[in-house]
């Protein structure tokens, strides 16, 4: 049974820095494009970054809205996925889930609907 548990979240004030990790049990990590999106109240759940399969190169992708500040990071051998977060502002400020998704083609992993698995969320509220 696949799952994916998050921790880390917190209340920070604007331009602090915030680490999230999500544990995954139950999937081989190395062939999953996984990766984080966020639910702010009152909007549709959005993208924030994903690391692709190691199968389909790889690579990092990120919101425009978050480059530069934030930075995932993926550990096969740990089956954790971390995302660092700096420079927060209230923007910010949303519920963050891990995803995980298998055969994903590179024109949907920025669409929620494209992954498999999710965890719980874990809060991120970023004061002004």
């Known amino acids: 049974q696949v799952q994916l548990v998050e921790s880390g979240g917190g209340l920070v004030q604007a331009g602090g820095s915030l680490r999230l990790s999500c544990q995954a049990s139950?999937?081989?990590?190395?062939?999953?494009?996984v990766g984080w999106f966020r639910q702010a109240p009152g909007k549709e759940r959005e993208f924030v970054a994903v690391q692709r399969s190691t199968g389909s190169g790889g690579r990092i992708y990120y919101a425009d809205s978050v480059k530069g500040r934030f930075t995932i990071s993926k550990d096969n051998a740990k089956i954790t996925i971390d995302l660092q977060m700096n420079s927060l502002t209230p923007e910010d400020t949303a519920v963050y889930y891990c995803?995980?998704?298998?055969?994903?083609?590179?024109?949907?992993?920025?669409?929620?609907?494209?992954?498999?698995?999710w965890g719980q969320g874990t809060q991120v509220s970023v004061s002004s």
């Open positions: 995803a995980a998704g298998s055969g994903l083609i590179l024109s949907s992993v920025r669409n929620p609907a494209a992954y498999n698995y």
């Open positions: 139950g999937l081989t990590f190395s062939r999953f494009t």
